[in-house]
């Protein structure tokens, strides 16, 4: 061994070995010929056009008087307009033409680019008076941090409230879902479009993602495996179920779902799942059949995939919910085996009323046991659910008991190691606790703790559970009411409890300002011990519309702060 290496050592003194040849790209050659390749590489990587950045702008003039209902065009100049490209609405020409933004009543706007290069902004007031100018440089990578306006004229004062920039076309989707929260991260869905022939003929690529606070998405998972596309007569799209953490892997129920189109009428479907790992999530993962009883298909007709409970129960089980002759089975799962377990007709679990039954489907985990809770009837002045222990499925009748008068106006959810419930005693709801000692006895009765959760108010209609679900953090829970289960313009309620459910206090409605209608209860989260809500809405750019992604977080009273974020994904 030493003989070699003395040898090679030799042959480098005598040969004089370079690791780097001489290269024209920077006269001192050697390490600074691949530090210059490098530059040229980012510098090259900066300005590719396969990305996007959208910029909330605000304009005013030096007094800071907003230009209410002005109008912004822009456009970005590069190597195209040097070249002379013809310019195309949304550049597919290779060159994209200008946009126009009208302004709101604050002087803010979204504004779209879809180039790299110099971006050229010209402000005009309401009645249509030019005012002035601005220049920035817009490249991959752009931040709120790393803006700059290098030129500018005109008295106006252009303020950037924030900035989001993508890679992909993941910015163009409007297939935008919430999915839900695991394992401390949130979850969205996302199809981009990846052929497009016309409004009418493309094909798209779906994605899922993650985040830590609702706002930066850092971890990106491309599911192959499906053909998702749409024509004049049908179109295939992907439903995905909430997320379940199993210890090590995020995994998914899906359906792939080929329906008419414009009718949006089912046709067939294909059911799938997909995990991947939860500590390196890869950048792609594809999507795998499950076998499922016989006509039993997931989200049969239905968008609303988050309604359907589904859950990681381990010992390598999971809760979900497909859809038979039009109405929820839930099932026990296994992944790597077509054997499963029907709730309803196995262990009597209902399902027939499925605003109220399904949300009563709830993971109960003590002294380090799960038990997967079921409803086995209807809310009254008790509530009985069925206990079923993981991994062996034996049951366990445990009854809850509110005392009379006092009736059940929800099921019984675990929040913080402890069982909560919403209950009402005309006319009043309130929140109570119940103690979790006897949940493991033999066909317990378990009666409600003394002590109330102060401070809910509801006055929303509705039937069924109106509580639908709990968001929690830091030790801080959020209670989300609704009076439509199935978030049909619904009317929402917030509690907030930051003392470990000795009361709550109702946060303010969902914020109005640059925002839309709540149509999933998921689009709530919590992280950081923080409410946030995210959705998607349409800015105008002058020859139609573009999505924008924004995400809404409470302030460390629970107030919502005054702005929302662009969301940002990796």
């Not at 359907?308 to 039009?326: D, I, N, R, V």
């Not at 829970?477 to 009317?491: D, E, K, M, V, W």
């Amino acid at each position: 061994m030493n003989r070699i290496i003395l040898t090679i050592f030799i042959s480098i003194l005598l040969f004089q070995c370079r690791i780097f040849k001489p290269s024209s790209l920077d006269p001192s050659e050697d390490i600074g010929s691949l530090q210059a390749l490098l530059r040229f590489l980012a510098l090259a990587d900066a300005f590719n056009t396969q990305s996007q950045s959208v910029l909330f702008m605000k304009f005013t003039d030096s007094n800071g008087t907003p230009y209410a209902n002005g109008v912004v065009e822009y456009f970005v100049y590069n190597e195209a307009d040097e070249n002379g490209v013809a310019t195309s609405p949304y550049g597919e020409s290779g060159n994209v033409q200008t946009y126009t933004a009208t302004l709101d009543t604050s002087g803010r706007a979204f504004l779209f680019f879809s180039e790299r290069g110099i971006a050229n902004i010209s402000l005009k007031n309401v009645s249509n008076t030019f005012i002035g100018t601005a220049s920035f440089r817009i490249y991959n990578g752009i931040t709120k941090q790393l803006f700059s306006i290098y030129k500018q004229t005109g008295n106006a004062q252009y303020i950037l409230e924030d900035l989001a920039n993508y890679r992909n076309r993941l910015s163009t989707s409007n297939t935008f879902t919430s999915l839900g929260s695991a394992n401390g991260r949130q979850f969205i869905y996302l199809e981009v479009q990846s052929n497009f022939n016309g409004a009418n003929n493309f094909t798209t690529t779906g994605y899922i993602a993650s985040s830590a606070d609702g706002e930066y998405y850092d971890q990106i998972t491309k599911i192959d495996g499906v053909s998702l596309s749409r024509n004049t007569t049908t179109e295939t799209v992907l439903k995905v179920s909430l997320p379940m953490f199993n210890g090590s892997e995020y995994v998914f129920f899906l359906s792939e779902e080929n329906r008419n189109y414009p009718a949006l009428t089912f046709l067939s479907n294909k059911n799938l799942y997909v995990k991947f790992s939860a500590f390196l999530p890869p950048v792609s993962a594809t999507a795998i059949e499950k076998t499922l009883p016989n006509l039993h298909r997931f989200f049969d007709s239905d968008d609303k995939t988050w309604y359907y409970p589904a859950l990681s129960l381990g010992s390598g089980k999971y809760l979900g919910t497909p859809m038979l002759s039009g109405v929820p089975r839930p099932l026990i799962i296994q992944l790597d085996s077509d054997t499963t377990s029907d709730l309803v007709s196995g262990f009597s679990c209902l399902a027939t009323t499925p605003d109220a039954n399904l949300v009563a489907y709830q993971l109960i985990s003590y002294l380090g046991v799960n038990y997967l809770q079921c409803p086995i009837n209807a809310f009254g002045n008790t509530f009985v659910s069925n206990s079923i222990k993981i991994p062996e499925l034996t049951t366990n009748p445990v009854t809850f008991d509110a005392v009379s008068p006092t009736t059940f106006d929800s099921p019984v959810f675990p929040v913080q190691d402890q069982l909560v419930a919403v209950l009402f005693s005309s006319p009043n709801y309130f929140g109570t606790t119940f103690p979790k000692g006897p949940y493991i006895n033999s066909s317990p009765t378990i009666v409600k703790n003394s002590p109330q959760i102060t401070g809910f108010t509801s006055s929303i209609g509705g039937g069924s559970s109106r509580l639908r679900t709990v968001k929690s953090s830091n030790s801080i829970h959020y209670f989300l009411l609704s009076n439509a289960p199935n978030f049909a313009s619904p009317t929402i309620e917030i509690y907030r409890s930051n003392d470990n459910l000795t009361s709550v206090s109702l946060v303010q409605s969902l914020p109005s300002l640059y925002s839309t209608g709540i149509t999933n209860p998921e689009q709530i989260q919590s992280a950081n011990g923080k409410l946030n809500y995210s959705y998607a809405i349409s800015a105008g750019i002058g020859i139609g519309s573009l999505p924008v992604y924004l995400n809404y977080t409470t302030r460390d009273d629970g107030t919502w702060e005054s702005l929302p974020k662009l969301i940002k994904i990796k």
